[in-house]
């Protein structure tokens, strides 16, 4: 640590020295010390994305895997799009299944449902409720958070609005490392079961924005942030 800030006190040093005299040699060095920092950014966001993904896979599982043991208070469904006419999303529509196929096991008593439904004219949470009493679930079973605007709304919510002390999280697997480091950073006691039913386009691009999500959201239970929305 203290080499990184010796690092960035050399660079403000350099870069104060170019812009009040600049030479060749100067310009040279804060370009390629910029070049640098430029670099750092992405390459530790990659070691701290793989620190959190190797710090949770133990708690990923299967529906075929998970034990019988593995027991809970709740299954959280996180959202997902939901199409212009109601229906959900293929991701959407397996986090669901898989999230109802854990509550025919046994695993929890309650699923808790959420997602984005902020807005009047969207609606996650009831077009995932819906899907779920179509396939079987009764409604006082089902609970709906509609302020699950983001992966650590929707935990913090659980924990801390709701009152739950163990999950099941259920999403696709490469979401699911960041929602169980910040289950367990925010005290909830948490598995995983991943809803990779199927391939899904773009999946590339979502496991890139993931790397800066999981940078995010490590600086972010570091601060101790709060949700936009702390009631109902």
Do not use: N
Not at 23 to 30: P, R
Request: glycine share 6%; hydrophobic share 40%; with cysteine.
């Amino acid at each position: 640590m203290s080499k990184l800030r010796e690092f960035f006190s050399d660079f403000k040093k350099d870069l104060r020295a170019c812009i009040k005299k600049p030479t060749k040699a100067t310009v040279l060095k804060a370009v390629c010390l910029f070049g640098s920092v430029v670099l750092m950014i992405p390459i530790c966001m990659l070691i701290l994305s793989g620190a959190i993904c190797a710090s949770q896979s133990s708690d990923v599982y299967t529906v075929d895997s998970i034990p019988e043991s593995a027991t809970a208070d709740c299954i959280v469904v996180l959202g997902a799009k939901v199409r212009p006419d109601g229906s959900l999303s293929d991701m959407l529509r397996d986090r669901v299944l898989v999230g109802v196929e854990l509550y025919k096991k046994g695993l929890a008593p309650k699923i808790l449902m959420s997602g984005d439904a902020e807005h009047e004219d969207y609606d996650e949470v009831t077009a995932m409720k819906r899907f779920a009493v179509s396939q079987g679930v009764p409604e006082e079973d089902i609970i709906c958070d509609r302020y699950g605007l983001s992966t650590y709304d929707s935990m913090w919510r659980a924990k801390k609005l709701y009152g739950f002390k163990s999950v099941i999280a259920v999403t696709q697997e490469y979401h699911l490392y960041r929602t169980l480091y910040i289950s367990e950073k925010l005290g909830l006691a948490a598995v995983g079961v991943s809803a990779d039913l199927d391939t899904y386009s773009g999946q590339l691009w979502r496991d890139l924005r993931e790397i800066a999500a999981r940078a995010k959201d490590f600086f972010g239970t570091l601060r101790g942030v709060s949700p936009k929305y702390i009631g109902e």
